[in-house]
């Protein structure tokens, strides 16, 4: 019976530096071989799921953007993109809690390098590095712009209870206290899986989910299987089904093993 395994990017498929390691190469390869399926699941947009060494290890499909972007087999069949009333009303209310941000979407991301001098966050520097001509600044966000997410920090100047109140059909992932990441309200990793069993008519027991932070939380509570890294969040280990050990010790290899998938 074929197993559809979700796997969540950072922290779990690489490390912060985005090195993979061989054991987990080797355990997709032989996931795939044994006829299952292997999908990203992942916070970030699909613009930002660029590296070619990821993308060659042969995902079925990607689940980006919590939720909000759905792939397979290289083709869109889900998208869900915030309204241009949304888009504005949320630059607005960010611009005016001190609040730098970066919109993510399915072609491109927006943000300003300029605006996270301050707050110290040498992140965007990075991204606009990584992205190329995929980032863009805010300025060039108009209607029509397709933005699916987005992410922001929290200065020493933002009031965060205000910024919720005034974004209700928002949801919040706070990651730190520091960044937090910010969905239309319903979605998440755990709506995107439930999106794909019902258009591919998927049972949640052949479900598998392996993440390690707080935004795969909702997926761990949906799945009948739940694998966290050994070097994961300790809120996320309480309800895992599993826990595996860490990503350079082989964790995703031995909790495959673990299952029998591989």
């Known amino acids: 019976m074929k197993k559809y395994v979700f796997f969540d990017i950072d922290g779990t498929l690489w490390d912060h530096h985005q090195i993979i390691p061989q054991s987990t190469k080797k355990a997709i390869k032989m996931l795939k071989e044994n006829g299952h399926a292997a999908y990203i699941n992942t916070g970030r947009a699909r613009s930002n799921i660029i590296e070619k060494e990821l993308l060659s290890l042969g ?44 919109y993510e979407g399915p072609e491109y991301h927006f943000f300003n390098v ?34 699916n997410k987005f992410s922001a920090d929290i200065s020493k100047d933002t009031d965060f209870d205000k910024v919720m109140d005034l974004l209700p059909d ?17 979605y998440s990793k755990a709506t995107g899986i439930k999106e794909l069993m019902n258009i591919e008519n998927i049972d949640l027991d052949d479900v598998y989910v392996v993440g390690d932070s707080m935004n795969d939380m909702d997926m761990f509570k949906l799945a009948s299987h739940s694998i966290c890294m050994g070097n994961g969040d300790d809120r996320i280990k309480e309800v895992a089904e599993y826990v595996t050990t860490n990503l350079h010790e082989d964790g995703i290899y031995n909790g495959l093993k673990h299952y029998g998938l591989i």
Do not use: W
């Not at 001098?117 to 966000?141: C, F, M, N, Q």
């Not at 928002?170 to 319903?186: Q, S, T």
């Open 59 to 102: 995902f079925e499909g990607i689940v980006a953007g919590c939720g909000t972007h759905i792939e397979k087999n290289n083709k869109v069949i889900y998208e869900k993109l915030m309204t241009d009333e949304q888009i504005m009303r949320s630059l607005k209310v960010l611009n005016d809690n001190h609040m730098p941000m970066v």
């Open 114 to 147: 300029d605006d996270f001098i301050e707050i110290g966050d040498p992140y965007v520097k990075i991204l606009k590095e990584r992205l190329g001509p995929i980032a863009k600044a805010t300025s060039e966000i108009s209607k029509g712009t397709r933005i």
């Open 170 to 186: 928002f949801d919040f992932i706070n990651h730190n206290g520091v960044i937090v990441e910010v969905i239309p309200e319903g």
